[in-house]
């Protein structure tokens, strides 16, 4: 498997899980959808286009211009396989999304990035896990980093519309066992890039 293909997979895998689990972000996508319909949760589905900017560049920028790169890396590969097990275990264990617990105050884009700003989802994901693994993948050239970052937010974003799209037709979906299925199959493959980083922190430090 080249190295293109290889963080692609990464950025998809990621990027769906991201997507599809339950949290601040999709809730606002439901909560939107369930009251203004579709497009209204897609303008959410939208915000981490512009609240991550300033973070990717930020923790990249800073990852890769620190001293002794090496060691650091590895204790931040610890540090995201711990991150990527919690968030996989979570999955697995999903049961289905609590609609109720959408029901908060209409949310407009503008809210929604500056909930996406104020969570610290994305802040912890780019520092764990997403400027590490971008910066392995500049080591075999522009492509592979690009391609990652590309295939990570498709399907941040797409699952999140995907969601607003389904919920403006049956608001069931996020209780159904297709759902969780979904969930559970993203949790065991964030368990396997657990693994991943586990051995990269280890091939870092020693």
Request: net charge positive; charged share 10%; hydrophobic share 55%.
């Amino acid at each position: 498997m080249t190295a293109e293909i290889t963080f692609l997979f990464m950025g998809t895998v990621l990027g769906l899980s991201a997507g599809f689990s339950p949290g601040p972000l999709l809730t606002l996508v439901v909560s939107e959808s369930l009251k203004y319909g579709k497009s209204e949760g897609m303008k959410v589905a939208l915000s981490p286009l512009i609240t991550d900017v300033p973070i990717v560049a930020a923790t990249i920028f800073l990852l890769s211009r620190l001293p002794d790169i090496q060691i650091i890396l590895g204790i931040i590969s610890f540090a995201g396989a711990v991150f990527l097990i919690h968030l996989g275990w979570e999955n697995i264990r999903f049961g289905g999304m609590n609609l109720d617990a959408a029901s908060v105050k209409p949310q407009s884009l503008k809210k929604g990035i500056v909930a996406n700003f104020l969570s610290p989802n994305p802040y912890l994901f780019w520092l764990t896990i997403g400027a590490p693994t971008a910066i392995k993948a500049s080591d075999a050239g522009f492509l592979p980093p690009s391609l990652f970052l590309l295939g990570f937010y498709i399907c941040l974003v797409g699952a999140k519309v995907i969601v607003a799209v389904v919920i403006g037709s049956s608001r069931q979906f996020l209780k159904s066992r297709i759902y969780i299925w979904i969930n559970r199959f993203l949790g065991a493959l964030l368990l396997v890039f657990a693994v991943m980083f586990l051995w990269d922190g280890i091939k870092f430090l020693f």
